[in-house]
């Protein structure tokens, strides 16, 4: 079941993304100062944190929000899903309820970044499965050799002017 984040949920969250072996030691900081700030207020202003709860057990997460000084234009900032049950289907469920969460507030395209590193291979072919397009690469973006690679996808037909 899908269902918006608790406070109480936190230490789960960032044990899982940690557990997922991709995530640096200074963006398992940012993640918990991320969540930190959602509790406080940032679930007040458009920004959403859902998990995959499957028996009681987190087994998945997503955050994200609104692009500010953007036309309906949201982004994915973290999506994770416990190790011992990746690629079996959480993942794409979250993203699908993301998208549809963003299509009822009326949002326009979903942009998504990760990085060009070897080992985010796995993620990156999740992603183009999912019908996103890459449209762009920051070439050492993140470090010598860790690219931003930039996904996107329309959610909605662009509004008549």
Known sequence: MIRAALAADTPTLVTLTEATG???????????????DYFAYNHQHDHFCV??????????????????????TWYLYWIAVN??????????????????????RNGRVLFIETSGLPYYELTRKFYL???????GVLKDYYSDGDDLVVFRKK???????
């Open 22 to 36: 991709v995530f640096k030691s200074h963006e398992i900081v940012a993640l918990k100062e991320v969540l930190a």
């Open 51 to 72: 998990t995959d709860d499957r028996h009681g057990e987190v087994q998945g997460y997503a955050y994200y929000a609104p692009a500010a000084m953007t036309d309906r």
């Open 83 to 104: 190790k011992a049950t990746q690629a079996r289907g959480i993942g794409g469920e979250l993203l699908r309820y993301v998208e549809n969460d963003i299509k009822q």
């Open 155 to 161: 959610l909605q037909a662009t509004a008549a002017q």
């Open 129 to 135: 499965k999912h019908h996103y397009e890459v449209t």
